[in-house]
């Protein structure tokens, strides 16, 4: 199961972390990703990061801004995002497959994703 937390209601150029626990599997052998969708709007994939962090993806949206982390041993990964921007609004979800992230397109697609979380609202305001 994996539980999401950390959103919240900002302005714009404030700073929010969130936090995704995955219980119930072997949080090290899972790639995790962090997704979000505003409404109206498709799915993005917002970052991701290997078993070991020594890859990640960011969307060129993001690039710059976010960061995607992972404590292990505490089965969690984490989206620092600094500098939120009015479009950065969305539900934000975190995901896990169970294969590792070598840097190249594959596992950068949600479809590619076995477990979600509930989802977390994060809304800038301008």
């Known amino acids: 199961q994996l539980q999401a937390s950390g959103g919240g209601l900002v302005q714009a150029g404030d700073s929010l972390r969130l936090s995704c626990t995955f219980s119930?599997?072997?949080?090290?052998?899972?790639?995790m990703g962090w997704f979000r969708q505003a409404p109206g709007k498709e799915r993005e994939t917002v970052a991701v990061i290997s078993w070991t962090a020594g890859s990640r993806y960011y969307a060129d949206s993001v690039k710059g801004r976010f960061t995607i982390s992972r404590h292990n041993a505490k089965n969690t990964v984490y989206l620092q995002m600094n500098s939120l921007k009015p479009e950065d609004t969305a539900v934000y979800y975190c995901?896990?497959?169970?294969?590792?992230?070598?840097?190249?397109?594959?596992?950068?697609?949600?479809?590619?994703?076995?477990?979600w979380g509930q989802g977390t609202q994060v809304t800038v305001s301008s």
């Open positions: 995901a896990a497959v169970p294969s590792d992230y070598s840097g190249s397109d594959h596992l950068r697609d949600a479809n590619e994703y076995d477990y």
């Open positions: 119930g599997r072997t949080f090290s052998t899972y790639t």
